[in-house]
């Protein structure tokens, strides 16, 4: 069973460093693309960037190039999106999801991110 | 960027009642549409992929249409647990993926 497990809820302040994890299982980690997902809350969804595992290229959306980075371990199946100083407009759910093709069928349970002073 | 509009913004029916969802692409996304449910506290769910494919497991009331810039999400008979939000999202180039903004489907 194909499974993404995320890390748990985050509260953090303004400035902080953060780095939340999106561990795969039940399937060939280095093989499929893991893409971020952005939902602020109340909001929709907003794409961030994917990662190949096998080789850890990466691509951001535009409106998060130099925001974040996205990156992986694949000894440990694990990717990573980490932020190096944080915002109050960072506070969002964080998806992780496994790209099949041209869709997103396989997503983790979500990271809640708070920052605030 | 690949701009999605989906409208309505909230659609409003009865169970049994047939939703028609529209999202339409600021450029053409040939076929690469695809469409997600999400209900509150929950991870989006695949409902439909490359415009009508079903994914694995969705029920056959939802089906997809469409090409180019215009797609419709209908679902035939609206059951209690279809009642959520709904997005389209383009994989035309799948290196900048963008979202429409949602359709909520509610309980008149």
């Known amino acids: 069973e194909v499974q993404l497990v995320q890390s748990g809820a985050e509260v953090k302040k303004p400035g902080e460093s953060l780095k939340i994890s999106c561990k795969g299982s039940?399937?060939?980690?280095?093989?499929?693309?893991i893409g971020w997902v952005r939902q602020m809350p109340g909001k929709g969804l907003e794409w961030m960037g994917i990662i190949y595992p096998g080789d850890s290229n990466t691509r951001y959306s535009p409106s998060f190039q130099g925001q974040v980075t996205i990156s992986a371990d694949k000894s440990i199946n694990t990717a990573y999106l980490q932020w190096s100083s944080l915002k109050a407009s960072d506070t969002a759910m964080y998806y992780c999801a496994r790209r099949d093709s041209t869709a997103y069928p396989y997503w983790g349970q979500g990271t809640l991110v708070t920052v605030s002073s | 960027e690949i701009v999605l509009t989906q409208s309505p913004a909230t659609l409003s029916l009865s169970p049994g009642e047939r939703a028609t969802l529209s999202c339409r692409a600021s450029q053409s996304v040939s076929s690469y549409l695809v469409w997600y449910q999400q209900k509150p506290g929950q991870a989006p769910r695949l409902l439909i992929y490359?415009?009508?494919k079903r994914a694995t497991g969705i029920p056959a009331r939802f089906s997809g249409s469409g090409s180019g810039t215009d797609f419709t999400l209908t679902i035939s008979s609206l059951e209690p647990e279809d009642f959520a939000v709904y997005y389209c999202q383009q994989h035309s180039n799948w290196a900048e993926i963008t979202f429409g903004p949602g359709t909520k489907v509610d309980i008149k």
């Open positions: 490359d415009t009508s």
């Open positions: 039940g399937y060939i980690f280095t093989t499929y693309w």
